[in-house]
């Protein structure tokens, strides 16, 4: 991949689509630090991947105001929204990125920063010859490695189920991942839910989540 196509690329994934205060500004070749992130520190740091209309990081915000979350998402009307709820409420601990992740992610965020990765519903790809394209993969958990602290969590859900049977045997073929309590469950005791997750339960949508725990290297 050329340098210039390189650049081109970037300048697409990071484009932001209107002015807030809310955005995080990036620039190619220059990591965010922890301080970056927020005018104040706060005592953990996490991060979701594509975060769709913001229900969830809303009101994990609300919660826990001693804790900084990061966005991303790159779709302009979720962004919309997620403001329009940070503003109602008044939210100050929490940050957007508009950035396509699955492009730049390892190239935006110094080592070792958050404490915890959420990835929710992800797109399954169902098709076989579609598979290439899905978020989890080996790659992707180096990445997610990199990210997090030591004893950091990683926080994964999905309804498709194939897809998480595939995420279980990556995570078992990766020795500086362990479960939190089991390979996987139906259930994620208090913690908000998203419409999209709220539609697949009234559906009759089994849901499945990983949950693990970064080993310390």
Do not use: C
């Amino acid at each position: 991949m050329t340098s210039n196509f390189r650049e081109k690329q970037w300048k697409i994934a990071t484009r932001i689509p209107f002015t807030s205060d809310y955005f995080l500004k990036i620039n190619p070749g220059s990591k965010l630090k922890k301080n970056d992130l927020f005018s104040e520190e706060f005592g953990t740091y996490y991060l979701e991947l594509g975060s769709g209309w913001g229900e969830v990081a809303v009101s994990l915000a609300k919660d826990n105001p001693n804790t900084g979350f990061v966005l991303m998402e790159k779709k302009p009307d979720r962004l919309r929204k997620t403001i329009r709820d940070l503003k109602e409420y008044d939210i100050k601990n929490v940050k957007l990125l508009s950035v396509n992740f699955n492009w730049f992610l390892e190239e935006i965020f110094e080592p070792g920063i958050f404490d915890e990765i959420l990835l929710n519903f992800p797109d399954p790809w169902p098709k076989r010859r579609h598979h290439k394209h899905r978020t989890l993969n080996p790659r992707f958990l180096d990445t997610v490695h990199t990210l997090l602290k030591n004893g950091g969590r990683f926080h994964f859900a999905t309804d498709y189920g194939p897809y998480a049977r595939k995420g279980i045997r990556l995570f078992r073929n990766d020795p500086r991942y362990k479960p939190v309590n089991t390979e996987f469950s139906l259930q994620r005791a208090n913690f908000p839910i998203s419409h999209f997750e709220r539609e697949k339960r009234e559906a009759g949508s089994r849901i499945y989540y990983l949950d693990r725990i970064k080993v310390n290297n």
